[in-house]
Nanobody, 123 residues
Framework: QLQLVESGGGLVQAGGPLRLSCAAS????????MGWFRQAPGKVREFVAR????????YYADSVKGRFSISRDNAKNTVYLQMNSLKPEDTAVYYC????????????????WGQGTQVTVSS
């Protein structure tokens, strides 16, 4: 089993930065890809960014490209999401997820999920 715990969410003004962290514990050696998703009220959970645990290769949703940056520290079993130039439409619960096999943008490809952390961007 793998446990994921997100932190770093909060209230921020539009245009400001925020950094989320996701700490993994347990069978982290089985994980090949880590991702961030978000879910706004009344909307489906959507892909934000992912990173390959070994190579560090990244991929972003068009809506966050150029503003968000995903990174990892394998020694700490932690993945980060640096969010800059935040917009009110970025307001959502942000979830960290881990995939054993597939570099995917779909929720069904991820095997483990964190509990989520709220990000609220005020205008």
């Amino acid at each position: 089993q793998l446990q994921l715990v997100e932190s770093g969410g909060g209230l921020v003004q539009a245009g400001g930065p925020l950094r989320l962290s996701c700490a993994a514990s347990g069978r982290s050696y089985s994980i090949n890809f880590m991702g961030w998703f978000r879910q706004a009220p009344g909307k489906v959970r959507e892909f934000v960014a992912r990173i390959a645990r070994s190579s560090g290769s990244t991929y972003y949703a068009d809506s966050v490209k150029g503003r968000f940056s995903i990174s990892r520290d394998n020694a700490k079993n932690t993945v980060y999401l640096q969010m800059n130039s935040l917009k009110p439409e970025d307001t959502a619960v942000y979830y960290c997820a881990a995939s054993r096999f597939l570099p995917s943008v779909t929720t069904t490809s991820y095997d483990y999920w964190g509990q989520g952390t709220q990000v609220t961007v005020s205008s």
